[in-house]
């Protein structure tokens, strides 16, 4: 599978589609949005020693949503896909992920 890092840099607009880039951390440096051969969108850890796989992005992407609305209830109702980004970097500083993609830890802002 070839994977290719987006060399986009966009990092304000709304409508990006990787609504967490530049919040997801591994090995102290932000997860970068990749993309496969068949447009599966990842993010990829850029130290190259680093062994993790490549994270599916629209899985981890569901995760964390699903926990921002877990404790925002209404966000569900009134937060559209295009504004989600916004909304979540309103509240996450940064989310490390651990060994799995379930062990996830959320930097609060104050
Ligand atoms: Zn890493």
Redesign the pocket.
């Known amino acids: 599978m070839g994977i290719m890092v987006n060399p986009a840099h966009r990092d304000t607009t709304e409508s990006d589609l990787y609504i967490l880039r530049g919040l997801l951390r591994?090995?102290g440096a932000a997860l970068i949005p990749a993309c496969s051969d068949n447009h599966t969108r990842y993010y990829a850890?850029p130290?190259t020693e680093?062994d993790?796989d490549l994270v599916n992005a629209e899985e981890i992407e569901q995760q964390i949503w699903q926990r921002y609305v877990a404790l925002n209830a209404d966000a569900a109702d009134i937060v559209s896909r295009d504004q989600r980004r916004a909304a979540l970097l309103s509240v996450l500083s940064r989310i490390t992920v651990g060994t799995s993609l379930v062990d996830l830890d959320y930097g609060w802002r104050d």
């Open positions: 591994c090995c850890c130290e680093c993790r």
